[in-house]
């Protein structure tokens, strides 16, 4: 049964709305070029709100890898995303100094982009659109036998959440732009979401 994560939490409006709808995870973003980007006190509240029932992700972007070891060791977020440069020492290293989950995400644009990270020796990977919480999709077509579980993200929303996962079985869908309206999280987009979500595991 895939799983469902919105990320881009930035009010505590979202947060309410989350333990409303229920979803898998949430995400909290610290690269501070997106414009869902928060501070670490603000997921630190944030994280005290949530219902126990969700995990919290944390996305990064090439951050100080002490930032993230901190993070997840304090226990603000359950989960380390990463969308940038870092390499397999990094990773690992995350790993062995946290005994937490590490996603390590890609951009797809071309086969090669999913290769480069199927072997990585993170929990899991994530394969996202070029730039990340664009609204857009990458060529799903891409998507071939994924032997491991993965998180697929892009453009994704009320209208093909279910053909998403029908068709590709992800360990999780993960969205953002697609909970929103006029650049805030909708509550009724999230409630329907994980309500699509649930009815096509």
């Known amino acids: 049964m895939s799983k469902i994560k919105i990320c881009g939490m930035q009010r505590r409006e979202d947060i309410i709305a989350a333990n409303q709808a229920l979803p898998d995870f949430v995400g909290f973003i610290f690269a501070d070029f997106d414009r869902h980007c ?17 995990k919290s992700v944390g996305a990064f972007v090439n951050a100080p890898i002490d930032d993230v070891i901190r993070l997840l060791n304090d226990g603000i977020i359950d989960f380390a995303q990463l969308h940038g440069n870092e390499d397999e020492s990094y990773v690992r290293t995350v790993m062995d100094k946290t005994h937490k989950p590490v996603i390590n995400a890609t951009g797809v644009k071309v086969p090669e982009d999913i290769n480069k990270v199927i072997s990585s020796c993170s929990d899991f990977i994530l394969l996202d659109a070029p730039g990340g919480c664009t609204g857009n999709t990458f060529d799903w077509n891409l998507i071939k036998d994924i032997r491991r579980p993965y998180f697929l993200a892009g453009g994704i929303n009320t209208a093909n ?3 998403a996962i029908n068709r590709f079985h992800p360990y999780s869908i993960d969205l953002s732009t697609g909970a929103e309206t006029k650049g805030q999280k909708d ?5 329907e979401l994980v309500k ?6």
């Open 38 to 54: 928060i501070t670490e006190e603000q997921a630190r509240e944030f994280k005290s709100l949530l219902s126990p029932d969700i």
């Open 161 to 163: 959440i279910q053909d």
């Open 196 to 201: 699509l979500a649930r009815e096509a595991s």
């Open 187 to 191: 509550p009724a987009k999230m409630m």
